[in-house]
């Protein structure tokens, strides 16, 4: 019985293990959007009680898909969602310029006009906005590193770093974002942990317990029995 027990024990953990790989697996896998997609439905990020939130918007597939994804996110809620209480700290006016990824896809950068310059001098509005435009790229390219410039008021000029721009620390929006995004990675690194430790368990149970029955119900030696008798 104990024996049957063990075993299913060691199944459930390695299916525990199992499902917790292939979350992490998911999770780290890029979602590279299908250029044979002419529409696809995407999600772009606003705030609603003071959490980042995704709202479904229908956005163009393809390639194009992370420049209509901007499109839709600069212009903010709709009516409906307003009225829900979802804001957007993305200044009106804000477009896209243009849009870069490399090669490798280790990362994809935006250029915006200079009316995001508007949240200079707020800092904590400004990481807000920058949050906002990270995790909705994030979405509908798959790419975790995002830069953001703003372009600059002379033709021909130089575009800023949005960031030192807007006196926000990278990491500071980076950690906006992440903190409203849920904690899917901590719920995986726990369901692994009690995998390995229910593992580990079963191991001792199945190596240590039988042996100690073992021990315990063993008669006792012929010397000690006749020495007991003395």
Known sequence: ?????????FLCGF?????????????????????EQETASGQVY????GELTGVSRDVAGGGQMSEFAMIE??????????AAG??????EGVSLQYSTVKTDRSEYSVCLSDELLALNGDSETAAKALAQIEKTLQEVTGVDNIGITVAGKELGSTPQDAY????????ASSQTASDSSGGSGWLIAVIIILGVLMAGLLIFLFL???????????????????????
């Open 86 to 91: 979802y804001v957007t700290f993305i200044p």
């Open 46 to 49: 606003f705030y609603l009680n």
């Open 208 to 230: 240590f317990l039988p042996k100690r029955r073992k021990a315990e119900a063993a008669p006792a030696s012929p010397s000690k029995a006749s020495k007991a008798k003395k």
């Open 73 to 82: 996110l600069t212009k903010g809620p709709t009516e409906e969602e307003k």
């Open 164 to 171: 030192e721009a807007l006196g926000v620390a990278h990491k």
């Open 15 to 35: 299916l525990i293990l199992l499902l917790g790989g292939s979350a992490l697996a998911q999770s780290e896998t890029p979602q590279v959007p299908s250029d």
């Open 1 to 9: 019985m104990i024996r049957k027990i063990v075993i299913f024990g």
